[in-house]
């Protein structure tokens, strides 16, 4: 007859450390799993504020962050059942030394394949390469329903712009109030700036009926076109939707065209 190992006090202090080892394993996995589940949401902020860049949606973030907070409750569960199943052994002194944790072994595992699942989903996503950066203003900054901003491509530079725009002002009979070279005074303060100009120009006869239907328009009149040069080179002409004008400042219908104007004058120039 085989005599039973006897533990000792040592035995189940050990015992307990190796639980407790593996629930602050389980409350990681957990945290960290909620980490990556929120990762996808953390690059969206990133890329809402790089109008450049096109925002992606959340992807298989969630899904491995929540196999992650999974595996961290299947670890507290397990460790906890074999905990007890291991003090019963050492009471009983039939617990056998030098067998493997299947615990261990099966919680790297599952690590392991998730690990690779995850690497070949961040390798999957590519940036958009740089040559199509500079496109990407031409398509995704035309309009801009929130703040009211129209961006269209001029096919010339900003000199160049601003002096046709000059001539089709002229042209119509409207006046140019003022052209203020933002650029200009940048150079004069000592201050580095692509070129950016802004023509403010308009009718009396045009601008006075808008004033008297909504006093609040004159805050945006004389109606105002920015011309200006992106990083990439490329130049851009800006101004106020007449739509968002009609909305903001509850314009009547009927004197929609007398701002609707800033649309066809700016085309024009960017021709």
Do not use: C
């Not at 909620?34 to 925002?55: D, E, K, S, T, W």
């Not at 009396?204 to 328009?217: D, E, N, Q, R, V």
């Amino acid at each position: 007859m085989t005599d039973r190992l006897t533990s000792s006090p040592a035995d189940y202090l050990a015992a307990e450390r190796t639980f407790l080892a593996w629930i602050r394993t389980g409350v990681a996995l957990m945290g960290f799993g909620f980490v990556v589940a929120r990762f996808g949401l953390f690059l969206q902020a990133l890329r809402i504020g790089q109008p450049n860049l096109p925002v992606r949606p959340l992807g298989l973030s969630p899904w491995f962050g929540t196999a992650l907070i999974l595996l961290g409750i299947i670890v507290n569960v397990w460790s906890a059942w074999s905990h007890i199943r291991l003090v019963r052994e050492l009471k009983r002194g039939e617990f056998e030394f030098g067998r493997p944790s299947s615990l261990g072994i099966a919680v790297a595992a599952l690590l392991a394949a998730l690990g690779l699942a995850m690497a070949i989903y961040i390798v999957s996503l590519r940036e958009p390469r740089q040559a199509h950066l500079e496109d990407i203003p031409e398509k995704s900054m035309t309009s801009n329903s929130e703040n009211g901003i129209v961006t269209i491509p001029s096919h010339q530079s900003v000199d160049q712009t601003v002096q046709k725009m000059e001539g089709i002002l002229q042209a119509k009979g409207v006046k140019l109030f003022a052209l203020i070279d933002h650029s200009g005074e940048a150079k004069k303060a000592g201050m580095p700036m692509r070129p950016t100009k802004l023509l403010i120009f308009g009718n009396p006869k045009a601008g006075t009926p808008l004033m008297i239907a909504s006093p609040s328009i004159a805050i945006d009149l004389p109606l105002k076109v920015l011309v200006w040069e992106g990083a990439n080179g490329k130049v851009w002409i800006s101004y106020n939707a007449p739509a968002y004008l009609q909305a903001r400042h509850g314009l009547p219908p009927d004197l929609m065209q007398n701002i609707a104007v800033v649309e066809a004058l700016a085309t024009k120039a960017a021709e």
